[in-house]
């Protein structure tokens, strides 16, 4: 037991020791910091403690808060030895720890479901694909364009891979390569009402990604 008087006097001149710990930061990493505030906190059982708050990295000393701090209490109120600081540290380096295993795992989870939604979106076209590839293939199905109506497709703006989508359910749309002016060209062919009302051919002129993709959806 103390009293508040010895408690008084054992701050005072603990707070005139050069190895006084107040204002130290004792441990930084990730944006974070573990500081030892200014004072000690007192309790007539225990004795005197240190006052340990974890903070954001750019934060002074004298602009955290106290709310919450942790209270390493002294070993000797004469020395000032504190070895429950090194218990703090070491605490505040597995929440670090942990924080960090947590943030990992929440992207890893997040990331898997990005590549389910996108495996999804396009019915498991992309997959085995490489990382670039899948971009590359990702990018030019994802492209809005506008397109005009025909009997298999409401007309407006979509996605590639929606129009192709659209058109390879009706079953009456087939794609095709073939040499144009020394080229190769990919088309994709459907059958058109004029406006007379008579039924005509039409192909328009796509990309290799559409064609590859119309070719998957058709085989499934």
């Not at 974890?54 to 004469?78: K, V």
């Not at 396009?122 to 590359?136: A, L, S, V, W």
């Not at 293939?137 to 506008?146: C, G, P, S, Y």
């Not at 088309?187 to 058109?192: E, T």
Request: glycine share 8%; proline share 2%; with cysteine.
């Amino acid at each position: 037991m103390y009293t508040w008087d010895e408690l008084q006097a054992a701050a005072d001149h603990l707070a005139t020791k050069e190895d006084c710990q107040f204002d130290k930061v004792l441990y930084e990493e990730a944006g974070k910091q573990l500081v030892v505030l200014h004072g000690f906190h007192g309790n007539l059982e225990m004795g005197l403690a240190y006052m340990v708050q974890e903070a954001d990295a750019h934060l002074r000393p004298d602009e955290i808060s106290r709310f919450g701090a942790s209270l390493c209490y002294l070993d000797n109120l004469e020395t000032g030895e504190c070895t429950e600081l090194e218990e703090c540290i070491q605490g505040f380096k597995r929440n670090l720890e942990a924080e960090q295993k947590h943030r990992e795992r929440k992207e890893s989870e997040e990331q898997a479901a990005r590549a389910e939604a996108e495996r999804q979106r396009f019915h498991g076209f992309t997959d085995n694909m490489t990382p670039i590839q899948k971009g590359r293939v990702v990018k030019a199905l994802d492209r809005l364009l506008r397109y005009q109506g025909n009997d298999l497709c409401g007309g407006g703006v979509m996605t590639r891979a929606v129009w192709i989508e659209a058109m390879q359910a009706s079953g009456k749309a087939n794609v095709q390569p073939t040499m144009y002016k020394g080229k190769k060209e990919y088309r994709i062919y459907f059958p058109v009402t004029t406006e007379k009302g008579r039924k005509a051919d039409c192909f328009i002129e796509i990309t290799k990604t559409e064609y590859e993709y119309f070719q998957y959806l058709k085989s499934r």
